[in-house]
């Protein structure tokens, strides 16, 4: 299992940028790729974006693609969520994932909640003026 623990959150004016982190411990060696998910009140959950960690391959929702950008730091076990451009609808929770097992390439897959095996207990994200 790998344990997984966000931070970064907070308040953004609409315009405005927040960094999320997600440190991962436990059996991190095991680890094939991370990815972030966000809830809105009274929403479903949503895939935000997610990378592969060897590679380095990214992948985005249309909705983020051009204002969010995550990477990764091998050394530190931990992957970045870069929010730039806020808007009020990135308001939401947001949770780290880990897939632990071997997933194939695509958008549509790393998207899948499913495809996930561990999850960290999220980090409020609130953009408002």
């Known amino acids: 299992q790998v344990q997984l623990v966000e931070s970064g959150g907070g308040l953004a004016q609409p315009g405005g940028s927040l960094r999320l982190s997600c440190a991962a411990s436990?059996?991190?060696?095991?680890?094939?790729?991370m990815g972030w998910f966000r809830q809105a009140p009274g929403k479903e959950r949503e895939f935000v974006a997610a990378?592969?960690?060897?590679?380095?391959?990214?992948y985005y929702a249309d909705s983020v693609k051009g204002r969010f950008t995550i990477s990764r730091d091998n050394a530190k076990n931990t992957v970045y969520l870069q929010m730039n451009s806020l808007k009020s609808d990135d308001t939401a929770v947001y949770f780290c994932a880990a897939v632990t097992r071997a997933v194939p390439a695509g958008v549509w897959h790393f998207a899948r909640e499913s495809s996930y095996d561990d999850w960290g207990q999220g980090t409020q994200v609130t953009v408002s003026s």
């Open positions: 436990g059996r991190t060696f095991s680890t094939y790729g």
């Open positions: 990378i592969k960690w060897s590679g380095g391959n990214t």
